[in-house]
């Protein structure tokens, strides 16, 4: 596209203001620019016209999850359906990095941040070695894709160099960057971060899939025989993916995917919990909960939304082209969106001044037919690290890490 195309395309969509410090700008600096602008997809832009809807849920129901009697009762039978198409390579694992460790006071890629105390242990490497344990049993290397984003890409890529990858073979580990959406203000107008910048921020991640197959990875692990994505997050240290009692129990429930979740701690916990939503799996947000839901009991006395997800999913690759060819809906939400001004000046709002766009993997479970809800112990599989002190903060993943025997 070339700078005319452009101009007419921004003239389309009354977005010129784009282009008011071009002239100003270097050779580079506009080529930049240009990639930019080619890069947007302006008809997210009729999306924010109507301000911040809230979805609307439909009938939501408990659902019932498999507990860790009947996983223990059975765990023979799930183990060697496991194993089995973990041997055959059927299985990738799929990581959500592309955070930084703001909120625990670390300007660096999440994974990064060390957790260890009286050793070098850091959030990625308590990662890859869990993921290690599973690869021991199974004799076979899991190919291993890590989502970053356009802000901690290098220094992630960099850091897994520096520390040779913790000992995983490098031609199993996949790097790709997370697609970027823009922000605009509340008139749709697309905000600029610098005179060569537009404001851009990763698409939510529900992102995740969209953007394997735009940046070819998932043509790459296809090729390799994979059917099966494990999706999980880098927040927890604790997460164990490729789990083959887990793969071996959603294969042989015969439901289309699976969700790790665990049991609340206690009603208010702020965590999504695993239900139905007009019979199709669904997941709720803590806040959507009504007073009556959160507390309400089954006949056993059990609370009736009594399961936590902790982001570990799985996920057949036919399901995830189908959802991507359906389109999965894309939320706006307010933020705080530092921009330039007219004059060039860099403001930092101190209260929301525009909108984000963001797709959720939550929408990825609803639209699946089911779901399996797999239950896990919280104390060996959920040690999320979210903030720098007090709750779910760097000391009690530490104090997890320690009671499960992992030396820090």
């Known amino acids: 596209m070339d700078f005319s195309q452009i101009k007419q395309k921004l003239d389309n969509y009354s977005q010129t203001h784009l282009l008011q410090f071009y002239d100003t700008l270097t050779v580079e600096e506009q080529q930049n620019l240009q990639r930019q602008i080619e890069s947007i997809d302006f008809s997210l832009l009729e999306l924010c016209k109507g301000g911040v809807q809230e979805a609307k849920k439909g009938n939501i129901q408990p659902i019932d999850a498999l507990s860790l009697d009947e996983i223990e009762k059975n765990k023979a039978a799930y183990y060697e359906a496991g194993i089995k198409l973990l041997r055959q390579g059927k ?4 990581l959500l990095a592309g955070g930084q460790g703001t909120r625990l006071g670390f300007d660096k890629p999440k994974g990064t941040f060390r957790i ?6 850091y959030i990625f490497q308590c990662l890859i070695e869990n993921l290690m344990q599973v690869t021991a049993q199974v004799n076979v290397w899991v190919p291993l894709m890590i989502m970053t984003s356009d802000k901690n890409h290098s220094d992630t890529v960099e850091f897994f160099e520096q520390h040779e990858f913790f000992g995983y073979p490098r031609e199993y580990i996949f790097f790709f960057q997370q697609e970027m959406a823009p922000s605009v203000d509340y008139n749709g107008k697309i905000l600029m971060e610098g005179r060569d910048t537009l404001s851009m921020s990763p698409n939510g991640n529900g992102g995740w899939f969209s953007s394997m197959v735009s940046s070819g990875v998932l043509a790459q692990v296809k090729r390799m025989g994979v059917e099966w994505l494990n999706i999980f997050s880098v927040d927890n240290v604790l997460q164990k993916m490729a789990d083959p009692y887990f793969i071996g129990a959603t294969l042989l429930s015969g439901k289309a995917g699976g969700s790790k979740v665990v049991a609340k701690a206690f009603p208010e916990e702020r965590v999504g919990v695993m239900c139905l939503e007009d019979g199709r799996p669904s997941i709720v947000e803590y806040y959507e909960l009504s007073e009556q839901m959160r507390y309400e009991k089954k006949n056993n006395g059990e609370y009736a939304y009594h399961y936590g997800v902790i982001l570990n999913y799985l996920f057949k690759i036919i399901d ?16 705080k969106i530092p921009y330039i001004n007219q004059q060039g000046e860099l403001i930092k709002p101190q209260e929301p001044n525009g909108y984000k766009f963001e797709t959720l993997i939550l929408d990825m479970i609803h639209m699946l037919d089911s779901c399996l809800a797999y239950e896990v ?3 060996k599989e959920f040690a999320p690290v979210k903030n720098k002190e007090g709750v779910d903060s760097v000391d009690t993943a530490r104090e997890l890490l320690r009671k499960n025997g992992i030396e820090i």
């Open 91 to 94: 299985v990738g694992a799929v």
């Open 116 to 121: 260890g105390v009286d050793r070098e242990l």
């Open 320 to 335: 995830l082209e189908k959802i991507l060819k359906d389109k999965m809906p894309l939320h706006i939400v307010e933020k």
């Open 377 to 379: 112990e919280r104390e």
